[in-house]
């Protein structure tokens, strides 16, 4: 069942969870970042979960508004995150060009980053775009 929030533009409320999307622009990394930390605060998240929380999704969505679209391209990022069974679940979402060839083999700094502090990461590329989907134990 979905429940729609306040009318905001590419905001969905769902139960136990919600959906945004956004312009991929710089704003957009500060306006995810203050969303998943009510959300996570909200599900019980103590201040180091919830700080934890932050820098994950700022770093993912940071590099979907830097790397995911050609200069020019008005892409979009999405986040959504739901709460279930003792676990926090967030997902950075993009449809842009997903990591190019060329670029290096091994995770980089902002994704090296979300790896250590969520217990979870799982990173999918199918088609076009880039998923990265954090989950951390609630605590």
């Not at 998943?36 to 508004?65: C, I, K, Q, R």
């Not at 892409?75 to 926090?88: C, F, K, Q, R």
């Amino acid at each position: 069942m979905v429940k729609n929030g306040p009318s905001r533009p590419g905001a969905r409320q769902t139960m136990g969870g919600f959906e945004l999307s956004r312009r991929a622009e710089p704003l957009t990394v500060t306006t995810f970042r203050h969303r998943a930390a009510a959300f996570a605060a909200e599900h019980g998240a103590g201040a180091d979960l919830v700080s934890d929380v932050v820098l994950a999704v700022s770093e993912a969505v940071t590099n979907a508004v830097k790397y995911a679209y050609p200069f020019g391209d008005p892409g979009t990022v999405e986040l959504s995150a739901a709460a279930e069974e003792g676990w926090l679940t967030l997902r950075v979402a993009d449809s842009g060009t997903g990591f190019r060839p060329g670029t290096s083999g091994g995770l980089g700094l902002g994704l090296s980053i979300i790896a250590r502090l969520c217990d979870h990461l799982r990173i999918v590329q199918e088609g076009t775009g880039t998923q990265v989907v954090m989950r951390f134990v609630l605590v």
